[in-house]
């Protein structure tokens, strides 16, 4: 679960205070989960009204930074960036794709649609051995309501040029938006998290015939997510 920070960050590319009680996630190789060569460690808190995620990317030569790409909306994957994916976790619901660089160069889209504009901030910093990149997402700009959907479902992953590097939280073997590989990003406390992904243990049978129907999990992949 996300938990939730009493001072909001400032969106600065500098990590501050409030990630001091962030949820972490650590990016591995998108396929294989192995640790890459240069690692990436994402903090996540969050308010009533938006969530905060603050990236701290190794890079041990800062001169191999790839950061090119200028163009709002233009073709940042083509430098160092990381990448967030967020949807309500059903097929038939928006997918946002959210993307900066390590120049602080954004781009978004919503349903693979580059004409969509998000209301979302940003910044990048630099620090001894890697960059930094820091996102403000007002959840009401995305269409997220945590009252009514407290667990999204998503990705974390980043691109890294030098070598080649691709790292997710969570595996994407079939690519960063395939939706079957996301995982729950938890707006709401660990108790109701834990109740709200439960999976009845036993199943219930349909009069005498050998159907069987269940209270399947709403947020667990399935082929609505494919």
Avoid: M
Avoid at 19 to 40: M, Q, R
Avoid at 97 to 120: C, M, Q, Y
């Amino acid at each position: 679960t996300v938990p939730v920070t009493k001072t909001p960050p400032v969106i600065d590319g500098a990590r501050d205070a409030a990630y001091e009680v962030g949820a972490k996630a650590i990016l591995n190789d998108y396929k294989t989960g192995a640790p890459p060569k240069k690692g990436t460690t994402v903090e996540l808190v969050r308010d009533s009204a938006a969530l905060y995620l603050f990236f701290a990317c190794d890079e041990p030569n800062p001169d191999a930074i790839h950061a090119k790409v200028t163009a709002e909306d233009g073709r940042v994957w083509e430098d160092d960036c990381v990448e967030l994916l967020l949807t309500h976790g059903l097929r038939r619901e928006p997918l946002y794709h959210l993307i900066v660089s390590a120049a602080g160069t954004r781009f978004d889209e919503k349903d693979a649609n580059p004409g969509w504009d998000g209301s979302w901030e940003s910044a990048v910093g630099r620090y001894p051995g890697g960059w930094t990149a820091e996102l403000k997402l007002p959840l009401a700009a995305l269409g997220f309501d945590p009252a009514q959907t407290p667990v999204l479902k998503g990705n974390i992953c980043r691109e890294e040029k030098g070598l080649g590097e691709l790292t997710t939280w969570s595996p994407a073997t079939a690519g960063f938006a395939d939706r079957s590989g996301f995982s729950h990003i938890a707006l709401c406390a660990a108790e109701e998290f834990a109740q709200l992904v439960s999976i009845p243990k036993k199943a219930k049978p349909l009069y005498d015939k050998g159907f069987l129907v269940w209270s399947a999990d709403p947020y667990e992949a399935c082929f609505a997510d494919t």
